[in-house]
């Protein structure tokens, strides 16, 4: 069983920046494929960013592509998602995800554990 706990969100200004950290539980954090996913109110959730297990290769929705990044350090057991130039279209609660699989996966059925979320505003 693998517990994800989100932090970092908040109020900030567009064009500003926020990082959020995810930390995880678990002996093999670094075989688990680590999502960022996010819902706006009224929306499904979507995805945001993906981190391969093991090699560590990323992928981004189109939108945040160039603004954010997703990285991962396996000695804490932490993944981090850091947004720059935010737009309040990012207005969102988002979740951290994982899997024990190794693979580019952006559908949130293919993720088994989640964090409880946290929001993050951004004014106009």
């Known amino acids: 069983q693998v517990q994800l706990v989100e932090s970092g969100g908040g109020l900030v200004q567009a064009g500003g920046s926020l990082r959020l950290s995810c930390a995880a539980s678990g002996r093999t954090f670094s075989r688990y494929t680590l999502g960022w996913f996010r819902q706006a109110p009224g929306k499904e959730r979507e995805f945001v960013a993906t981190i391969i297990g093991i090699m560590s290769g990323t992928y981004y929705a189109d939108s945040v592509k160039g603004r954010f990044t997703i990285s991962r350090d396996n000695a804490k057991n932490t993944v981090y998602l850091q947004m720059n130039s935010l737009k309040p279209e990012d207005t969102a609660v988002y979740f951290c995800?994982?899997?024990?699989?190794?693979?580019?996966?952006?559908?949130?059925?293919?993720?088994?554990?989640w964090g409880q979320g946290t929001q993050v505003t951004v004014s106009s």
């Open positions: 995800a994982a899997v024990n699989r190794v693979g580019a996966l952006t559908g949130e059925n293919e993720y088994d554990y």
